[in-house]
Nanobody, 118 residues
């Protein structure tokens, strides 16, 4: 059974930092591309960052230079380090897994809420 469990969300002041974690199980983690998405009520879901099976990375323009995605294949974990957070980063952040061999398949976690507010 595929499971993706996010953690690390919370309340942070503008300019602060948070590290999100996603624990994966039930699939061959090393052969999956992993992504972080976020969604705020009333806005479309946005892909924030992605990391391929080969560790190549992608970042949305809005987070380049401030967010870092990484993965630990030995622990089946993916992380999102977020710095210099802005209020507009407030959203539910979800982890997505997609097999390199079949991009039509994807799995999602339930998400973790990040609130950036003073």
């Amino acid at each position: 059974q595929v499971q993706l469990v996010e953690s690390g969300g919370g309340l942070v002041q503008p300019g602060g930092s948070l590290r999100l974690s996603c624990a994966a199980s039930g699939f061959p983690f090393g052969t999956y591309a992993m992504s972080w998405y976020r969604q705020n009520p009333g806005r479309e879901r946005e892909q924030v960052a992605a990391i391929g099976a080969g560790a190549g990375t992608y970042y949305a323009d809005s987070v380049k230079g401030r967010f870092t995605i990484s993965r630990d294949n030995a622990k089946n974990m993916v992380y999102l380090q977020m710095t210099s957070l802005k209020p507009e980063a407030t959203a539910v952040y979800s982890c997505q897994a997609r097999p390199v061999s079949d991009p039509l398949v994807d799995y999602w976690g339930k998400g973790t809420l990040v609130t950036v507010s003073s």
